[in-house]
């Protein structure tokens, strides 16, 4: 039989668990900071990256219109640590409040702090704008001025285990050049 005391000393006892305690705190501190640093989500962005026009056809005499293709490179900008996975979401380009176009940004995912980078071709003519307006005398200026909204209801995934619900909008204003079938100042929030 071993003699002596079966219980550490009181002081030992005491630095024993204050290592513990210290321990536990370390660790909630890691914690802590890997949940504030990591599992933060933010909502993506998405924009044009470049938008250029093709087959424009402007009348200002009579009834004034015009028409053309716009081929937009949008780009969602994704800088969560999880992916970003969205479904077809509608991109609206607007006259003066009136819907001139529509088209569809495909689904897609967006990697993980990465840049996705789609092409699309969004159809416009004044068809729906009225008579009215001050169409005429824009086209004669030589200069159109467009908007586009788009609004991408996804999830960011982390982890493969956490999912949270983030939406990107977009807001664009672009000016039209006619004579020179090219655009200006493509302003995005």
Do not use: W
Not at 134 to 148: Q, R, V, Y
Request: overall charge positive.
């Amino acid at each position: 039989m071993p003699i002596g005391n079966k219980y550490p000393a009181p002081a030992n006892r005491r630095k024993c668990l204050s290592y513990i305690i210290a321990g536990i705190i370390l660790q909630t501190l890691i914690i802590l900071v890997f949940v504030l640093t990591f599992m933060r989500t933010r909502n993506p962005k998405v924009r044009f990256g470049s938008v250029t026009v093709k087959n424009i056809n402007a009348n200002s005499s009579g009834s004034p219109s015009f028409s053309m293709k716009l081929a937009a490179q949008v780009t969602i900008k994704n800088t969560n640590f999880g992916h970003y996975k969205f479904p077809d979401s509608p991109i609206s380009i607007f006259y003066k409040g009136t819907l001139v176009g529509k088209s569809d940004i495909p689904k897609a995912r967006a990697k993980a702090r990465s840049t996705k980078k789609m092409n699309i071709t969004i159809s416009v003519d004044s068809n729906k704008v009225s008579s009215s307006s001050s169409l005429g005398s824009d086209i004669n200026s030589g200069k159109i001025i467009l908007n586009s909204q788009a609004t991408l209801y996804g999830k960011i995934h982390l982890f493969e285990v956490i999912r949270k619900k983030k939406t990107a909008k977009m807001d664009c204003k672009m000016i039209v050049n006619i004579k020179e079938s090219t655009i200006e100042n493509l302003e995005c929030k």
